[in-house]
């Protein structure tokens, strides 16, 4: 499945999202989301000039957004708890997305890897 990561009409250096290569349900209340991080989003203009990233806030922004589009998640980015940031994840990355959820779909855990690098991870709370 591919999902594009340009809003219709946006310019190549005004997209906020990372490509979606593929979505796996390993589980009913889990989901491994395969994205690419395209060289031209937004959020890397400034952040850094010379080695850019994505910010930790941006990782747990995504998590929310896809899983509201790809799973459960309905309470979008209102509380989180133990968010940990590894390491850096830049353009030109491929890496998985795994989202898991309790059944009444109130607790979110989600956690960026790339191989058997673990980049980021949090739990994200319905209000």
Excluded: C
């Amino acid at each position: 499945m591919n999902v594009p990561h340009t809003r219709p009409g946006a310019a190549p250096d005004d997209t906020h999202e990372p490509t979606v290569l593929a979505i796996e349900a390993p589980g009913s209340h889990a989901r491994r989301i395969r994205l690419a991080i395209p060289q031209g989003l937004a959020i890397f203009r400034g952040h850094f000039p010379t080695v850019p990233i994505v910010p930790g806030a941006q990782l747990a922004g995504w998590a929310a957004l896809l899983a509201s589009r790809h799973a459960a998640w309905t309470h979008g980015l209102r509380a989180a708890q133990v968010l940990k940031f590894r390491r850096i994840v830049q353009p030109g990355h491929e890496v998985d997305l795994l989202l898991a959820w309790n059944e009444a779909a109130t607790r979110l855990e989600f956690r960026y890897e790339r191989g058997a690098t673990m980049h980021a991870q949090g739990v994200l709370l319905a209000p």
